[in-house]
């Protein structure tokens, strides 16, 4: 499958721009990049050449919150749902950190809390690639 038969075949669900996922019609950010993925039976799928080592932030049918994913020092992709363990807010993405607006919780790029008052881990989903895409078990 070549290129642009891949992208036709996911689809392109919002624009990231300044570390949160915005509708096209909102693209005025200049470092917005274009999300492409597919979700389909609980699997979310990107677009592995997309991801240019930045944390990505996608937005599923299935959450209210959006998922942040980022690859860790050994190669290795994570996905965390960007939900507070505190009381429940949508989080924000400040580089590799994950920063609640509410109380101050601050989470590292795994999901560990690094700041109270939170004491639980972000939830992770199971990820997998190959050689073109990135899988995001979110069921
Ligand atoms: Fe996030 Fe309270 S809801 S710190």
Not at 22 to 34: D, I, W
Request: aromatic share 6%.
């Amino acid at each position: 499958m070549n290129d642009i038969s891949r992208r036709e075949a996911l689809q392109t669900l919002g624009v990231l721009c300044c570390g949160a996922l915005m509708p096209p019609a909102l693209m005025s950010c200049a470092s917005s990049k274009q999300v492409t993925q597919k979700e389909e039976a609980n699997v979310l799928t990107l677009l592995l050449d997309e991801y240019e080592g930045d944390t990505l932030i996608v937005k599923s049918k299935k959450y209210m919150y959006p998922i942040s994913v980022s690859r860790s020092e050994d190669g290795k992709f994570i996905a965390l749902l960007m939900q507070c363990t505190h009381k429940g807010c949508e989080l924000r993405s400040e580089g590799t950190y994950l920063v609640c607006p509410c109380h101050g919780s601050e989470f590292d790029s795994q999901g560990k809390v690094l700041n109270p008052p939170a004491d639980k881990p972000l939830r992770a989903f199971p990820v997998r690639t190959d050689e073109q895409y990135i899988y995001i078990d979110i069921s």
